[in-house]
């Protein structure tokens, strides 16, 4: 992990003795392995049930800043379950100014169980999303959005646990899911977790994503234990060169 700029973690129990304790020792960790210092920023703990947070662990590298971040409660007047976190980036780094405004979204859909509202949760985020300009920090969703703004081009992308494939959802609300539906990351073999990017991104960046299968994977059903029972998805994102 110490190789990645950005590392979101979601589903970390509120209170500052459990989960923000155990956040913050990763940092400890990232940072020894990677020998440079990382941003921990959290969400605003959300609920069903016991609160729960999103963190972002961020690289602190010359050139790269985040210039903001928020938790969104709800999108087109409904509510999100576990609000998913917000965090805009600069990366002064990459070569072309439309590659340097990246925004990610760390998400956590209600389970199969409760397959209506991950559904309409799922669709209203995206659909929100690609259409309101104050949820995404004021950045164009578009090429043509930011040629007709005379603004910079972003990338957009939302990522986690969806509880299910979001490909349809994505598709229809302007975006792209970069893992298949043949690409299991849980332990009950499902394909739940995935990058959903808006569909432009790929004008600019080569978008490759990977899952890092676990060796000591949790399965709650058989009883065994384990670090997690979803193995960690990968994005790397290289700026296309124009000669």
Excluded at 25 to 41: C, F, H, I, M, P
Excluded at 71 to 80: E, R, V, Y
Excluded at 89 to 99: G, V
Excluded at 159 to 172: E, I, S, V
Aim: aromatic share 6%; proline share 5%; charged share 20%.
């Amino acid at each position: 992990l110490a190789r990645f700029d950005v590392i979101l973690l979601s589903e970390i129990p509120d209170g500052a003795t459990t989960g923000r304790a155990r956040a913050s020792r990763v940092r400890e960790v990232l940072s020894r392995k990677a020998n440079t210092g990382y941003d921990l920023l959290f969400s605003e703990p959300c609920g069903p049930g016991n609160p729960e947070l999103h963190a972002a662990l961020v690289r602190q590298a010359e050139g790269l800043k985040v210039t903001g971040s928020e938790t969104l409660f709800k999108a087109n007047g409904i509510s999100l379950g576990h609000a998913p976190f917000v965090i805009h980036l600069e990366d002064k780094r990459m070569h072309s100014q439309h590659c340097r405004a990246v925004s990610l979204v760390s998400v956590h859909m209600p389970p199969a169980t409760r397959a209506r509202e991950r559904d309409v949760q799922t669709a209203a985020l995206l659909q929100a999303y690609a259409a309101s300009s104050d949820i995404r920090g004021r950045r164009p969703f578009t090429a043509k959005g930011a040629q007709d703004a005379r603004v910079p081009f972003a990338t957009h992308v939302i990522c986690g646990d969806f509880n299910a494939h979001p490909g349809q959802h994505a598709t229809q609300n302007g975006w792209s899911a970069l893992l298949s539906k043949a690409v299991k990351t849980s332990s009950g073999d499902k394909a739940y977790d995935n990058f959903v990017v808006n569909a432009d991104a790929d004008t600019v960046f080569f978008a490759h994503s990977s899952v890092m299968v676990l060796a000591d994977v949790k399965n709650s059903r058989l009883g065994k234990p384990g670090l997690s029972d979803h193995d960690p998805i990968a994005l790397t994102l290289t700026e296309i060169r124009r000669r």
